[in-house]
């Protein structure tokens, strides 16, 4: 069983930054960090659940939500189990809980369904 720990979540005014972070702990057995794609969801005050950002196993491929797009970078550090998303120019419509999730496979995935682990979500607060 993987668990997920995010932290970094705060409230910052519109155009600043914050970093999240997320740890993993308790890998299946036989398994590394880098057999897990990971990905970043949010979901708002009255919205559904949307996928933010992704980074396969290797840490190389990622992806990006159009609403994200040149404003956030996720990476990962495969030796301390740990993903980050780093968000820069945030705006008040970035308002949302975020949640980081892992699923068994080194390929990313943007659908919610396909991921098999999740934390319990860090709340990032974008005042305008």
């Known amino acids: 069983q993987v668990r997920l720990v995010e932290s970094g979540g705060g409230l910052v005014q519109a155009g600043g930054s914050l970093r999240l972070s997320c740890k993993a702990s308790?890998?299946?057995?036989?398994?590394?960090?880098?057999?897990?794609?990971m990905a970043w969801f949010r979901q708002g005050p009255g919205k559904e659940r949307s996928y933010v950002s992704g980074v396969g196993g290797n840490g190389i491929t990622t992806y990006y939500a159009d609403s994200v797009k040149g404003r956030f970078t996720v990476s990962r550090d495969n030796a301390e189990n740990t993903v980050y998303l780093q968000m820069n120019s945030l705006r008040p419509e970035d308002t949302a809980v975020y949640y980081c999730?892992?699923?068994?496979?080194?390929?990313?995935?943007?659908?919610?369904?396909?991921?098999?682990?999740w934390g319990q979500g860090t709340q990032v607060t974008v005042s305008s």
């Open positions: 308790g890998r299946a057995s036989g398994s590394s960090f880098d057999d897990y794609a």
């Open positions: 999730a892992a699923r068994d496979s080194r390929i990313i995935s943007t659908a919610a369904s396909s991921y098999d682990y």
